[in-house]
C-alpha cells in the first residue's frame, strides 16, 4: 500500500489536506477572492478541494493546479465533474516548483505543501514568479505553539514560532491581509479524521490484503500525534499581498 493509497482513504472525511474546518477555508477564499471571477493557481493542488470549492462557489471563476500525483489529480477531476465545475479546472501533472504559465493569477494557492519548494519562503518565492499585480497569495504551513522535542522536529520540520514565521513572511516583502490560526478543535479533528478513516477503512474489510497494513500505519500515525507532537504543533494560514515599495 503505497503512500498515496493511504492518503486517499486517510482524507476521505476530510477532503482540505490541512487542520481547517469548512467555515475557516471559507473565510479564507473569501479574503482570497474579493471580485469572484478571478483566475486562481494552486501550487501541489493534490486532489483539487481548495480549487473545486472555489469554483463552486463563484461562476466566474477559472483555476488551474500543479500536482505531482497522477492519483490526486484524477480525484480531482472526478470531483469537479461531480460539483459540476469541470470545464472551468484545468490540471496539470508536473513538479509545481517547475510550473511555468503564460499567465500570471490573481490568487495562488499553497497549503501544506512547502516541502516542494524548501519551506515557506520557497513556496512564497514560487507564488510571486505567478502573481499578478494587485493579485494574492493564500498560504498554510505548520509553526511550533510550543517548543518541539527534538523527535518531533525531526518528524514534521524545523519550523519557527508563529511571530517569528509572520516575521519572516513580512521580511519578504509580504503583507498579512488575513490570518487563521487554527485551533486546537481542528488539529484534534484532522488527526482523528485521518487515521480514523484509515482504521475504520481496514476493520470493515477483514479480507483485505492491506488492511493489516493500513491498520497498522493508523495505530502508529495516532501515536505519533498524541506522543510526539500533539502539544506542540500548530498551523496558520495567511492571505498575503505584495508590500509596496515606499518612497
Not at 493534490?46 to 473545486?52: D, T, Y
Not at 494557492?109 to 512547502?114: I, N
Not at 479480507?207 to 507532537?229: I, K, Q, S
Not at 502539544?231 to 498575503?240: E, P, T
Request: hydrophobic share 45%; glycine share 8%.
Amino acid at each position: 500500500m503505497n503512500r498515496e493509497q493511504i492518503s486517499r482513504i486517510a482524507h476521505a472525511d476530510h477532503p482540505i489536506k490541512a487542520p481547517l474546518d469548512d467555515a475557516a477555508v471559507r473565510q479564507l477564499l473569501a479574503r482570497g477572492l474579493p471580485r469572484g471571477d478571478e483566475h486562481v493557481l494552486d501550487l501541489g493542488c493534490g486532489s483539487g478541494e481548495w480549487l473545486v470549492r472555489a469554483l463552486a462557489a463563484h461562476p466566474d471563476l477559472h483555476a488551474e493546479g500543479v500536482d505531482t500525483s497522477a492519483d490526486a489529480l484524477a480525484q480531482a477531476r472526478e470531483s469537479a465533474r461531480d460539483r459540476g465545475v469541470a470545464e472551468r479546472l484545468v490540471l496539470h501533472h508536473q513538479d509545481a516548483a517547475d510550473f511555468a504559465s503564460a499567465r500570471p493569477f490573481d490568487l495562488v494557492v499553497s497549503v501544506g505543501a512547502a516541502h516542494a519548494f524548501g519551506g515557506l519562503l520557497g513556496t512564497l518565492a514560487a507564488a510571486r514568479r505567478h502573481l499578478a499585480p494587485g493579485g494574492r497569495v493564500l498560504i498554510g504551513d505548520g509553526f511550533w505553539e510550543h517548543p518541539p522535542s527534538p523527535e518531533a522536529v525531526e518528524m514534521l520540520g524545523d519550523f519557527s514560532d508563529l511571530a517569528t514565521t509572520v516575521d519572516r513572511v513580512v521580511a519578504e516583502g509580504w503583507t498579512p491581509v488575513h490570518g487563521h490560526v487554527s485551533t486546537r478543535r481542528e488539529l484534534d479533528a484532522y488527526e482523528w479524521a485521518c487515521w480514523g478513516s484509515l482504521a475504520s477503512w481496514a476493520l470493515d474489510r477483514p479480507a483485505e490484503p492491506d488492511g493489516a497494513h493500513a491498520l497498522a500505519t493508523a495505530a502508529t500515525r495516532r501515536a505519533e500525534w498524541l506522543h510526539v507532537y500533539r502539544g506542540a504543533f500548530g498551523f496558520v494560514s495567511l492571505v498575503l499581498c505584495r508590500t509596496p515599495d515606499l518612497p
